[in-house]
């Protein structure tokens, strides 16, 4: 809801008071009954002599003896015709207090609290008294008493009191109670109710603004039960003192909220503010402690005119700021101002013929309904802006996943081209270090005078492995073991069967194991190779028995491959040392490259032959 919502809102309540009063006016014209202008009263003030005078109605007890208690009884004349003869009759007494016993025509026909009694305040409300027919003297004046006691500042005395019909009385006083009693409590839940949001509110935001407003509406509540609340538990004056804080508090804050809402916060003014809520709570206090009603008189007047000083911020807002929300704080300021004007001047203070009901609980209501406006508008923003934020963060998430895309993309021609020149690498380096020092050697074999067939042949085999391995590591197996080495019994096996050596092929089930690397691989075949050509060099043996087994209950788990011939074994080794050999160190060389472990050892004492074990640690997927 905007600013304006809150403008509809403002003046949908002024038509309701406007509606309501005009109500209360009309039963009051319309209502068959007299009012009683002048009582003759018997006062007796605390610590002065006893006065009996005739007095014209509304009588303020306050205003003849200000910061005096005491007692005093009203006597009034009621006329005979007032009431058509066998109609039931009644009487309406409005601000009459504050402990009250009515006698009528010499019977006590009502009582409201006890007389002396402070724990009950009959001034908080309009008391219908019906009276009996049998009561009614035919043709005679009716005599009507009022008994009251009075607790200093109280606000006690007797305001009118109308005398008629039942029927049109009992309208009136439902009319009266709606504006006055009703009116408080629709007023004081509204406010706890306010209060308590804001409170939540400024609870997980921390803002001022409803901080403010919860401490104000919530001070305001205790007035408004105050107007309804005859039994209040606490001791008066201790009670007048309490509610009178909280007055000041309601007023004062509302001030400060109306600053919070427009923003503008100069320091002296919010100092001007909180230095006259100092003052007017401490002459609150001082005013209900040492009995003297002017302090609290002097308290509001503060508060009065600490409301006027910030009217022109507000009035510029609205004017030349051109802020809605200015216009409505205009109005509703506007308002209070003039009900506490009203409240002080002529409830108060008694000037200009006086009057009895407040109007600044009505006006201070408005502020009620800003802050509900305040908290929809800001609500409604903070979706909208929640709203934007999260297109402009989808937005954002879009173009930044475009980017990452982009840079996984790069990345991965990157990686791509990266291992194409890896994997280029390896193969250049194969060929040099594999066929190419064959080649090598043949070429120094070739280049002799006389050179020997069979090593030339010897050479020309090996080239011819070294690049067929070379070739088979391209392949993609490398997550496949079983297969990288019958690729290598496939390539050795002519080899084998041209030198009549038979090969038995063990090859238990092994699992498939992590993908290794096409070099690892290829290490691997480069060791058996070699361990082949040794047998094929140098054992003279027939038969050659490969066995391959998985050992997954090793620690780390791994692939064991033992190769085993019928030869005539290892040759002698120095005291204390291993076979010597170039063959032999490549393996162990190439093994601990791939991080496995080699072992090579005489297969039997008696019989000969070599075993060769090669321990390879490797992960399952």
Known sequence: MAAGGVHRLLLAALLLIAALTGHLAHAARSAEAIDASFAEATLEPDGLPVQVRRVPLPFRWDHEFPGLGGKASYRIDLPAAAVPSGESA???????????????????????????????????????????????????????????TIQRQRGAGLASIRYGTEASLASLYRTQQNWRNTSAIVYAVSLLLMGGMA????????????????????????????????EVPVPWPLWGAVVAVCYALHIGLIARFVLLVLDRNPPWLVRSIYIALTLSVTLACASFAFALPKLWTSGLVILQVTSIVCLPYVVHGALVARRRIAGVLMAAGTLAILAGAHDLLLVRMGLFGGAYYTLTPHAMFFFVMILAGLVVERYSRTVADYGALNANLAARVAEREEQLRGAFETMRQQQQEQ???????????????????????????????????????????????????????????????????????????????????????????????????????????????????????????????????????????????????????????????????????????????????????????????????????????
């Not at 069967?497 to 691989?521: M, R």
């Not at 005539?568 to 160190?585: D, F, K, Q, W």
């Not at 297969?603 to 399952?620: F, H, K, M, N, S």
Request: aromatic share 4%.
């Open 90 to 148: 009644a009487l309406l007494m409005s601000g009459v207090g504050n402990q009250v016993a009515v006698v009528f025509n010499d019977a006590q026909v009502a009582s409201f609290g006890t007389l002396g009694d402070p724990e009950y305040d009959a001034a908080k409300g309009n008391q219908l008294v019906p009276l009996a027919a049998a009561l009614h003297r035919e043709g005679q004046s009716q005599v009507l008493v009022v008994r009251t």
């Open 199 to 230: 409170g939540g509110l400024w609870l997980r935001q921390r803002d001022a603004l409803y901080g403010c407003f919860a401490l104000a509406a919530l001070s305001g509540v205790t007035r408004n039960l105050d107007r309804v609340w005859p």
């Open 419 to 621: 291992a194409v020149l890896l994997e280029r690498q390896r193969i250049m380096r194969e060929i040099h270090d594999g066929v190419g020092s064959q080649l090598v050697g043949l070429l120094n074999v070739v280049t002799q005078t006389t050179p020997d067939r069979g090593v030339v042949e010897e050479h020309v085999k090996l080239a011819l492995d070294e690049m067929r391995m070379a070739v088979d590591s391209l392949q993609p197996t490398h997550d496949d073991l079983p297969t990288v080495l019958a690729t290598l019994r496939y390539r050795l096996q002519p080899r084998l069967d041209a030198a009549g050596i038979e090969l038995v092929w063990d090859v238990a089930v092994i699992p498939t194991v992590a993908p290794f690397a096409a070099q690892a691989a290829l290490q691997l075949q480069r060791i058996l190779l070699e361990a082949f050509t040794n047998v094929l060099k140098h054992a003279s043996a027939t038969r050659i028995v490969l066995h391959a087994s998985w050992h997954g209950d090793e620690t780390p788990p791994l692939v064991r491959i033992v190769l085993t011939d019928n030869g005539r074994g290892l040759p002698a080794a120095p005291a204390g040392g291993r076979p010597t050999g170039h063959g032999i160190n490549n393996m162990r060389a190439r093994a601990q490259s791939i991080g496995a472990r080699l072992h090579i050892e005489t297969a039997d004492e008696r019989a000969g032959g070599t075993r060769i074990q090669l321990d390879w640690p490797c992960a399952l997927p």
